[in-house]
T-cell receptor, first 114, second 117 residues
Framework: KAGVTQTPRYLIKTRGQQVTLSCSPI?????VSWYQQTPGQGLQFLFE???????NKGNFPGRFSGRQFSNSRSEMNVSTLELGDSALYLC?????????????FGQGTRLTVV | SQQGEEDPQALSIQEGENATMNCSYK?????LQWYRQNSGRGLVHLIL?????REKHSGRLRVTLDTSKKSSSLLITASRAADTASYFC?????????????????FGKGTLLTVNP
């Protein structure tokens, strides 16, 4: 079974630009979550999608947005990039079961804003 | 905000020794998960323990959970150089349910484990 796939693996963008990151979850998983990891703030929850609906959002500005498609693939978009957006962006997919479920992560997209 | 807090922040041991990492959290949880991360790569899921479980084993890993103290520990026995990585605990909120609402993980800052050959 293929794991969670994130593309691209690395990105370099200029301040003010926008960027779109992609995540393909494990087949059959309908929940996709996004996390930002920085040395200063650690791993922080961005948002979670389930059946194309955003159900939960972390404490990030509106420049961060996302969506999920009918095949469960997800994209996140960051507009008007700032230097502080440089981070490793991780996507996780989950099956979601009653008694707890693991979240499986992709390798991440390393975004550098210059 | 970070709910989980790992202790210690860094741990250096010799191959063959055991490594113990601790995690504390603040709110009621549905489950607690441990992850490993090698040098800025993705997170690898190690083990999940549910709130009604007290101990769980997987290979050389042993996880305990004490919900009264809101704490968990991860023990890696007979460590190897390949175990060198950062280890994170993550909690899923009690409000989570199978309908899927409010499913998000809150991570601690991690323990950096170095296993010297």
């Amino acid at each position: 079974k293929a794991g969670v796939t994130q593309t691209p693996r690395y990105l370099i963008k200029t301040r003010g630009q926008q960027v779109t990151l992609s995540c393909s979850p494990i087949s059959g998983h309908r929940s996709v979550s996004w996390y930002q990891q920085t040395p200063g703030q650690g791993l922080q929850f961005l948002f979670e999608y389930f059946s194309e609906t955003q159900r939960n959002k972390g404490n990030f500005p509106g420049r961060f947005s996302g969506r999920q498609f009918s095949n469960s693939r997800s994209e996140m978009n960051v507009s008007t990039l700032e230097l502080g957006d440089s981070a490793l962006y991780l996507c996780a997919s989950s099956l979601l079961l009653d008694r707890g479920t693991e979240a499986f992560f992709g390798q991440g997209t390393r975004l550098t804003v210059v | 905000s970070q709910q989980g807090e790992e202790d210690p922040q860094a741990l250096s041991i010799q191959e063959g020794e055991n490594a113990t990492m601790n995690c504390s959290y603040k709110t009621s949880i549905n489950n607690l998960q441990w992850y490993r991360q090698n040098s800025g790569r993705g997170l690898v899921h190690l083990i999940l323990i549910r709130s009604n479980e007290r101990e769980k084993h997987s290979g050389r890993l042993r996880v305990t959970l004490d919900t009264s103290k809101k704490s968990s520990s991860l023990l890696i026995t007979a460590s190897r150089a390949a175990d060198t990585a950062s280890y994170f605990c993550a909690t899923a909120p009690r409000a989570y349910n199978s309908g899927g609402s409010n499913y998000k993980l809150t991570f601690g800052k991690g323990t950096l484990l170095t296993v010297n050959p």
